[in-house]
């Protein structure tokens, strides 16, 4: 009764959920508010891109292609990685076995295979090797997040949750499996429900056989043995119960800890403690059930998907609704598996600013709990719209990423959401305030004055072999001929508005007039200016550095 009602709480909490992510990913928007779609026109268009698929030969090419070659053998993941791939494939295939082979066995196993019983072979070696494989790639992930200085960095208590659970889950199966190797009371249990046997006569030598051959113990009772009563036992046996039970030692996890377990089998027995870890597993199990639609488990049905839906469209996909519902899909397809951090080019930028959400995987997560009505506090959204813009839009997490997620659109449509929220650009949050202190300075600047070279900022541009070589400088103008900013604004009559100004400027001592200029704000970083100069002065990197400067004395970072 328990079990039963566990069971359907579970499975209405699973498929509540399932509809609920679902609609989810057809309703969310992720990105600028418009063009809007409703949920219908989303999925109309969604199933509209599905049919064409379905009636074109190229496409209907590269979905299979995709299934053998991304999803069940994962070969771009072992090029990359191969440790890495070695954990996908124990995990996602272990489980993927253990579900369909054994826990929906009523659906899948009884009706694939004829005579199928869990306790025959090779239906027990095959249960024993993928519960093996799942704990190896546990072992390979809690590895990797223990010695990957980047993973140390990004893992979460949820991966750890799932981590944990799913390692309880495959250590009571064993665990029930072995106490029931050991159990005399499923032994008793099977005999009263199966066996057509004389109990005073045929049953002694049925226990000795199990004794000896399936490891079973029985407490308290001495089984005589002797090679006859072995033979009449194993006629016995063979007549009753080989059908349906084989050998144990094939269990080749379980049957060595039924032998570890069988010293305490006495007191294993007298309480039945096959039925408590009967209950531990089975309760995990529903847990897990209940658990997958909101948790990161649910990658284990997104993340197919999403790879099938990058190895036929890539990142091209046409129609914008179709943008929007692949936006929801992927954010709930990441693994959190860590290799967009691994390869991003700002993630070193972490060590200096101590912002998580530099990091491509933690933006997912801040991106996906947002987009499900998890709000930020403002510090939060300040320091994650920082970590955002600090981004190149270099796309290299887009291309090794192992669930062929299309991040480089995530990133834009959330920068573009940021501005529409007031979020912008932290250069452009500078510039603008730069530009409002200088209007309130409006007519009651003093006159100019000539500053030491031995300014602190000036002697903090010298301890850079790049930024020292302001000094170099001898007026030509070559930088600000070859800029296309000065090129559209056609106007150097203003301070500020060309590079040579800047760099004019700091040779003076004039340093904050050189942090304030609109150039260094405006630049494109196209380093024309830089490779045009016949003295080798690094301006776009003296530009970066002042900029830096400026981000601290704001900010404080």
């Known amino acids: 009764m328990l079990y039963s009602l566990s069971f359907s709480l579970a499975l209405a909490v699973f498929l509540i959920g399932i509809i609920y992510r679902t609609i989810g990913f057809f309703r969310l928007i992720i990105g600028p508010e418009g063009p809007e779609f409703t949920t219908a026109e989303r999925i109309t268009s969604f199933l509209a891109s599905l049919l064409g698929i379905l009636v074109s030969p190229v496409r209907l090419f590269y979905f299979f292609k995709t299934v053998i070659v991304d999803v069940v053998l994962q070969l771009p993941l072992m090029r990359q990685d191969s440790l890495k791939w070695v954990m996908h494939i124990c995990i996602f295939w272990g489980f993927a076995g253990l579900l369909f082979f054994h826990a929906l066995d009523a659906f899948v196993s009884e009706v694939i295979f004829a005579n199928y019983m869990p306790t025959l072979n090779p239906f027990m070696l095959f249960r024993n090797l993928a519960g093996v494989m799942v704990i190896g790639g546990l072992a390979i992930a809690i590895y990797r997040r223990k010695t990957h200085f980047r993973l ?7 991966d750890y949750l799932a981590i944990a659970l799913l390692a309880l889950i495959m250590i009571s199966g064993f665990g029930l499996e072995a106490a029931k190797i050991i159990s005399s009371g499923v032994f008793d249990d099977m005999v009263d429900e199966y066996g057509s046997m004389d109990y005073d006569e045929e049953l002694p030598a049925l226990k000795a056989v199990w004794q000896e051959d399936y490891n079973v113990s029985f407490p308290g009772e001495t089984i005589e043995i002797t090679p006859e009563i072995l033979e009449e036992g194993r006629i016995i046996n063979e007549d009753n119960c080989i059908s349906c ?5 094939w269990a080749i996890v379980s049957y060595p800890v039924s032998i570890a377990m069988k010293p305490f089998a006495g007191f294993l027995n007298g309480k039945r403690m096959d039925a408590l870890i009967l209950a531990i597993h089975y309760l995990s199990c529903f847990f897990l059930l209940a658990y997958l639609p909101f948790s990161k488990f649910l990658h284990i049905v997104t993340t197919p998907i999403s790879l099938l839906i990058s190895g036929i469209a890539g990142q091209q996909v046409r129609h914008e609704a179709n943008k929007a519902t692949r936006r929801a899909f992927d954010l709930s ?7 967009c951090t691994t390869h991003c080019a700002v993630g070193p930028l972490y060590d200096i600013f101590k912002n998580p959400w530099v990091f491509p995987s933690e933006r997912i997560t801040g991106i996906r709990e947002s987009a499900w009505g998890r709000s930020m506090d403002t510090k939060s959204k300040e320091a994650f719209s920082r970590g955002s813009f600090i981004c190149t839009m270099c796309n290299k997490c887009s291309q090794v990423c192992p669930a062929g997620l299309d991040l480089q659109d995530i990133w ?55 930024t020292t070589t302001f000094s170099q400088c001898y007026t030509c103008m070559t930088c600000t001929n070859s800029c296309p900013v000065t090129g559209v604004t056609g106007d150097i009559g203003q301070f500020g508005a060309a590079p040579h100004q800047v760099i004019h400027a ?4 004039q340093t904050d007039l050189a942090k304030n200029a609109s150039i260094v704000w405006d630049c494109l970083t196209c380093y024309k200016c830089q490779e045009n100069c016949p003295q080798g002065v690094k301006i776009t990197d003296i530009f970066y550095q002042l900029k830096n400067m ?3 004395q704001e900010f404080g970072i």
């Open 550 to 552: 400026v981000y601290h």
């Open 245 to 249: 039970h084989a050998n144990p030692k």
């Open 506 to 509: 700091l040779v003076l001592g």
């Open 152 to 158: 140390k960095q990004i893992s979460r208590h949820p």
């Open 333 to 339: 397809s990441c693994t959190q598996c860590g290799t």
């Open 412 to 466: 834009m449509a959330a920068r573009q959401r940021m501005k529409e929220k007031f979020l912008p650009d932290t250069v452009v949050q500078v510039r603008e305030r730069i530009k409002e202190n200088q209007a309130k300075k409006t007519g009651s600047e003093g006159p100019v004055v000539l500053k030491s070279s031995k300014e602190s900022v000036v002697k903090n541009l010298r301890k850079s072999f790049q």
